[in-house]
């Protein structure tokens, strides 16, 4: 079994549930990883993944090695039949298949490198792993999705929304580097498996990947989109149509007091890390609304959950 996408998630409403359990009881499966190793191997930085991830290898008794591999490890060639007569030093087949010699489940973070939206929607860092590699794999962000980020998203609105089918918006929101559509993708994906009033809000032009947004609702005008809303999801991603460009910075899209005050007393999230005063103000992270140390707090739930589905399916 990998967790590559929420399209591994059979079941959303029953992993949330079983998650709640493991956050109930986080050490009850320590003997489950007993003798177990998780490589965790970095393209990119981290906080939050890379703790929350090795945390809950560790509840569940695991050993866990962690590598950053630009600038620790080789440089890797992904292109099969190529002269290595360039910057790479060694073939993903031969990094795969060896780190699979000491690992037994290996967990991947290699963002979107956002100039060649082809190869990032070839995800090939990922894709070179899960061909190469001969154990299961766990996306810790790829170039398209972070679906351990948005497991942690259904945990925290499972345990904090008040009625049965809550209004969820998630809101672009202006940010001064171009960031990767990731957080934003598997966001989506989740929420279309959950009984929710679901808006995405951002400027025209900002559109997401349509062949993961499908039908979701889109409204342009953010107030509109904010009133009665119980959850805001605010996220910056760089367009999508001309690839990786900032091509809107107006600070008028940062998320305020009055902005929230539009909404049924929502409550705010965000991944994190978060530009204070860009995308949202100190007034509304620091109020009593923000669930954003929550849902950091559900990662380790999140891929705990994940692992130990992994561990239980035994390849
Ligand atoms: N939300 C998240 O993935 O945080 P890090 O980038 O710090 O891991």
Known sequence: MNYTSIKNIDNLSQWVQ????????PLKNKKLGKNKTLGMLFFNPSLRTRLSTQKAALNLGMNVMAMNFTSEGWTLEFEDGV????????HIKE??????QYCD?????AFAGLIDKEKDNAETVMAGFLKHATVPIVNMEGATGHPLQSLADAITMEEHKTTHRPKVV????????????AVANSFVEMMQLQNADFVITHPEGYELNPEITKDSKIEYDQD???????FIYAKNWSNYNEYGQITNADSNWTITADKMNLTNNAKFMHCLPVRRNMIVTDEVIDSENSIVIEQANNRTYSAQLVLKKILENGK
């Open 105 to 109: 489940i290996i967990a991947i973070r």
């Open 224 to 230: 509109k989109a904010f009133e009665n809303a119980d």
């Open 18 to 25: 079983d998650a709640l359990e493991i956050k109930r009881n």
């Open 95 to 100: 990094a795969a298949e060896v780190i699979s």
């Open 83 to 90: 002269i290595m007569n360039q910057a790479a030093s060694e």
């Open 170 to 181: 998630l809101s672009w929101a202006p940010h001064p580097r171009a960031l990767p559509q």
